[in-house]
């Protein structure tokens, strides 16, 4: 069945460092890739996504590439802020009728200033 | 504004008592689903429904019952079968036509605690 990994948190950092968040996968075909990001005390926000190999999403400076070699879709960010800090969410969907997405268990990241 | 409204943000249940939460859409989104987070384990999916009068059970069902009588709401009922409830509710709506280009969206949850 498909699967979503993610480094285990929390992630701590300091204000404008660099951020890394690893994301795996395992599934069948060729998966959409997303990422949300969940802010204390809300539901998710879809931050970026990609739909083939190669791709790159990006917004609000964050940025993920889909590496189908490595079946990796990991989350970068060049200069962390406190507003960044929150749950982030690595998910696939593999197709199908059910329109089912497969998530990660989520990592915190706190930023302080 | 287009969204999906949850509420209430916060619900108590006492033991024996079956409770719904409340799921509203205006996105105008045929398909709409409930996930379950709890802490250190992200999402799991409860109940999932693409068309009105029609729905299908998730990865974590037991306990829990939907209807799906509008397209635009989705209630979940949690009920005194579900032995575990004290959790964060999450519903999503996201279209059918698009495929993969076409996300889920989220509500802003309902957290539901045991008395």
């Known amino acids: 069945g498909n699967s979503v990994t993610q480094m285990e948190g929390p992630v701590t950092l300091s204000e404008e460092a660099f951020l890394t968040i690893n994301c795996t996968y395992t599934?069948?075909?060729?998966?959409?890739l997303f990422w949300y990001v969940q802010y204390p005390g809300e539901g998710l926000q879809l931050l970026l996504k990609?739909?083939?190999?190669?791709d790159k999403g990006s917004n609000k400076g964050f940025e993920a590439t889909y590496r189908k070699e490595t079946t990796s879709f990991h989350l970068e960010k060049g200069s962390v802020q406190v507003s960044d800090s929150a749950v982030y969410f690595c998910a696939l969907y593999s197709g199908g009728s059910n329109y089912k997405l497969t998530f990660g268990k989520g990592t915190l990241l706190t930023v302080n200033p | 504004d287009g969204g999906i409204t949850q509420s209430p943000k916060y619900l108590f249940r006492k033991e024996g008592q079956n409770v719904t939460l409340s799921c509203e859409q205006n996105?105008?989104?045929?398909?709409m689903y409930w996930y379950r987070q709890d802490p250190g384990q992200g999402l799991r999916l409860i109940y999932y429904?693409?068309?009105?009068?029609?729905?299908q059970k998730g990865d974590i069902a037991e306990g829990y019952s939907v209807s799906r009588e509008k397209k635009e709401s989705f209630p979940l009922t949690v009920t005194s079968a579900q032995k575990n409830p004290t959790a964060f509710y999450l519903c999503?709506?996201?279209?059918?036509?698009?495929?993969?280009?076409?996300?889920?969206?989220f509500g802003d949850g309902t957290r539901l605690s045991i008395l």
């Open positions: 996105l105008n989104h045929d398909a």
């Open positions: 990609a739909t083939k190999a190669d």
């Open positions: 999503a709506s996201s279209p059918l036509t698009g495929g993969s280009n076409q996300p889920q969206h």
């Open positions: 599934a069948t075909g060729y998966p959409s």
């Open positions: 429904s693409q068309i009105v009068n029609d729905f």
